[in-house]
């Protein structure tokens, strides 16, 4: 992982706004920005965008052009937060249990190679362990399906095998057909009732079928540089078809990590890793960074758009960055910012 000493100073030919909101923005400035040049330039992103609460203190910077900080974008793989936050709720309200077998909910729908309904929890949906192949392996993120298709496709494929974590969209899509049969109405709805409503979460949707973006919005980019903006979310379904912004991903995280979503008990069984080894709880994964702080969130890849969640338990100190277009070409740079971010003295 690259320190900020070894990080090249700002090429001057780069855009790069700071906007600080709150007094101490500035000693992050200093930190931030030359990560958000590498971006651009070893990353080969067009744009990046970074929104970062700490307390009263707001910071937000960018980086490239056609990128704002109000913009609306697809959060991809985020939405998976916000599914497993419904599903624990849920739990909490005894309309189902973790423990539950998916064929309690949904009989006969898991059937297959090294599959089976009755043997695979609810929880074990929640952390990847199911076993259920990873549809968009087949689709590669680019068909539409409804969340039946998704799941024949899954069946298709070799299992993983049961208990072993494996990170699978399929997972989530199952998750959202629970949702449905437990509830009665889909987990847009759903989430929107429980999550997005009462945290005032504007600029946060589910499109449904929807392909535009709602305004204001950049152009998101696909890896060969077209434009890709237009998007059906059918693509992701419950796994990540959520369109947010920065801001409101920030104060859903603080929210759920500050325990306002969940109890203090469904909280430490959203962090609890045990059953991946410390790779990913449910709906959510750690981050061990060089200071010994843990960062926990999630994050989100799809065709144009990729994001990142991380905030601490307390939900005080949390940050959301973008880039707009598939991938960031060097994995360093994004540990290099949260250790930037959440670690005094950069690691």
């Given amino acids: ?62 980086a490239g052009r056609g990128i704002s900080r109000a913009d609306h974008f697809r959060a991809g793989s985020v939405t998976k937060t916000f599914i497993a936050t419904v599903v624990l709720q849920l739990a909490a309200e005894h309309r189902l249990s973790l423990s539950d077998p998916v064929e309690r909910h949904l009989p006969g729908l898991l059937r297959g190679r090294g599959v089976d309904g009755r043997r695979i929890t609810l929880r074990a949906l929640l952390s990847h362990t199911s076993g259920l192949a990873d549809f968009t392996e087949a689709t590669r993120g680019s068909v539409p399906l409804t969340p039946l ?4 496709v899954s069946l298709a494929l070799p299992s993983t095998g049961l208990g072993r974590y494996a990170y699978s969209s399929t997972d989530y899509v199952v998750l959202g057909m629970v949702v449905r049969q437990v509830t009665g109405h889909s987990y847009a709805t759903e989430v929107w ?7 005032g979460l504007t600029g946060t949707s589910f499109p449904g079928a929807r392909t535009s973006l709602p305004a204001p919005h950049g152009t998101a980019y696909a890896a060969d540089g077209s434009d ?33 979503l969940l109890s203090p008990r469904l909280l430490r069984e959203m962090l609890d890793t045990r059953a991946t080894r410390g790779a990913y709880g449910l709906g959510v994964f750690p981050l061990r960074l060089p200071c010994g702080t843990t960062v926990w969130g999630h994050n989100g890849r799809i065709a144009g758009s990729y994001v ?40």
């Fill in 1 to 62: 992982m690259p320190s900020l000493r070894t990080l090249a100073a700002i090429p001057a030919s780069l855009t790069l706004l700071l906007t600080p909101v709150a007094a101490g923005s500035v000693a992050s400035a200093r930190a931030v920005n030359p990560l958000l040049s590498q971006f651009l330039t070893k990353g080969r992103v067009p744009a990046v965008a970074v929104l970062e609460h700490d307390g009263d203190d707001v910071r937000y910077a960018e």
């Fill in 149 to 152: 298709q998704a799941v024949r």
């Fill in 193 to 199: 009732r429980r999550v997005i409503a009462p945290l």
């Fill in 228 to 260: 890709v903006t237009d998007l059906d979310p059918r693509v992701a379904g419950a796994a990540g078809e959520l369109v947010t912004t920065l801001a409101d991903l920030d104060r859903f995280y603080a929210a759920l990590l500050g325990g306002q």
């Fill in 308 to 347: 990142r969640s991380a905030g601490q338990v307390g939900g005080r100190h949390v940050l959301t960055f973008r880039v707009n277009t598939t991938t960031v070409a060097d994995p360093g740079l994004e540990p290099a910012l949260l250790t930037a971010e959440f670690c005094p003295s950069g690691g």
